[in-house]
């Protein structure tokens, strides 16, 4: 009896360390980095049921195998109402990021760490931990890594098509599956610009962030439009108005 229960605990085991893996694939893809750029961005947000308006930026940086990420959304109201800061490494896989921070309006700000030397993944204010493999990308640098493969192999994203990442955010990790929904036509400040259309559901059973993202190929796949519905019901809305490369 007692091996019969080691054999099934066993069984158990394996099982659940197959379905992690499923979870946290570690899978390598060609990519080509967008040149470095600010962009601007209007802002359209809700926090706690509150609308604002205003602008947002975004500092994209790489070369010399490093990059770096500042995203910043301020309203007339309240000033900053958002930080996202990434930076790391450019590896193999394409960026690696080293830290993760966020601060939104009325929240406490939080970074995530990255920790290569010892292969984990860390939260600021929570005991949870995730192995890295290779490939696991944050919040910030999860649209950038998607711009980077979407760039280099335009011809894989069709519709219907799904790419999976391992995210990091706040104080957790998931699955982030973008879905190619399709090739659409937006009115910017600076003309009609068509742009791929992804939609990041939360996973199943789950809460968490919803992301839609649109990449214009025209526009070496920078971001043109993204959207991030929180699971608290705040939504970050920001639509490009600008581009100057660096």
Same mark, same amino acid.
């Given at each position: 009896m007692n091996v019969l229960k080691i054999a099934v605990l066993g069984a158990a085991l394996v099982a659940a360390t197959a379905m992690a893996d499923d979870e946290h694939p570690s899978v390598k893809r060609a990519?080509?980095?967008? %040149?470095?750029a600010d962009l601007t961005y209007a802002v359209k947000a809700s926090s706690h !049921?509150? %609308?604002?308006? +205003?602008? +947002?930026?975004?500092s994209w940086r790489q070369g010399d195998g490093k990059y770096s990420l500042l995203t910043e959304a301020r309203s007339g109201l309240f000033g900053k109402v958002l930080e996202h800061r990434s930076e790391g490494a450019i590896d193999e896989f394409g960026l690696a990021p080293a830290s993760y921070?966020?601060?939104r309006i009325r929240k406490d700000p939080t970074t995530t760490t990255f920790r290569r030397d010892d292969a984990v993944i860390g939260?600021? !204010?929570?005991? /949870?931990?995730y192995p890295i493999k290779g490939g696991e990308q944050d919040r910030s640098s999860a649209p950038w890594q998607l711009a980077a493969i979407a760039r280099k192999s335009p011809e894989k994203f069709k519709a219907g098509s799904e790419w999976s990442f391992f995210v990091a955010g706040r104080r957790d990790a998931e699955p982030w599956v973008f879905k190619v929904v399709g090739t659409e036509t937006l009115q910017t400040p600076m003309g009609e610009v068509k742009a791929l259309h992804f939609s990041k559901a939360p996973p /199943? *059973? *789950?809460k968490g962030q919803q992301v839609d993202l649109w990449l214009a190929p025209s526009m070496e796949w920078y971001p043109v439009?993204?959207?991030f519905m929180e699971e608290d019901g705040d939504s970050f809305d920001q639509q490009l108005e600008k581009v100057a490369k660096k």
């Open positions: 990519f080509s980095l967008p %040149p470095s !049921g509150l %609308p604002l308006s +205003g602008t +947002g930026t975004v921070y966020e601060k939260f600021q !204010g929570s005991e /949870k931990s /199943k *059973n *789950n439009r993204i959207l």
